[in-house]
Nanobody, 120 residues
Framework: HVQLVESGGGSVQAGGSLTLSCIAS?????????MAWIRQAPGKAHEWVAR???????TYATPAEGRFTISRDNAKNTLYLQMNSLKTEDTAVYYC??????????????WGQGTQVTVS
């Protein structure tokens, strides 16, 4: 049984910062998996934000590039998303997820429950 639990969301003014955390437990250890942050804004589809693979390589979606940083603490089995210079359009529920690859495409197979980020 895989469990991902996010925390750290909240309300912040535009230009502010937040750090999200995601603790992984169960069949996986977060340091051996590709992990990602995904968000869903009101009335919109899920949007991939950032990925961190098992080698430590990071990839960011264009809206997150230069403002967000994905990282991992293997000792704590925790994935982070540091978000700076937040904008109102960053308002969304943020999910962490594990990633597997099928035919070169990412598949987000396990998800947390999400944490709300509101930027005003």
């Amino acid at each position: 049984h895989v469990q991902l639990v996010e925390s750290g969301g909240g309300s912040v003014q535009a230009g502010g910062s937040l750090t999200l955390s995601c603790i992984a437990s169960g069949k996986i250890e977060s340091d051996s998996y590709c992990m990602a942050w995904i968000r869903q804004a009101p009335g919109k589809a899920h949007e991939w934000v950032a990925r961190l693979d098992a080698t430590g390589a990071t990839t960011y979606a264009t809206p997150a590039e230069g403002r967000f940083t994905i990282s991992r603490d293997n000792a704590k089995n925790t994935l982070y998303l540091q978000m700076n210079s937040l904008k109102t359009e960053d308002t969304a529920v943020y999910y962490c997820a594990t990633v597997i690859w099928h035919g070169g495409a990412p598949v987000y197979n396990y998800w947390g429950q999400g944490t709300q980020v509101t930027v005003s």
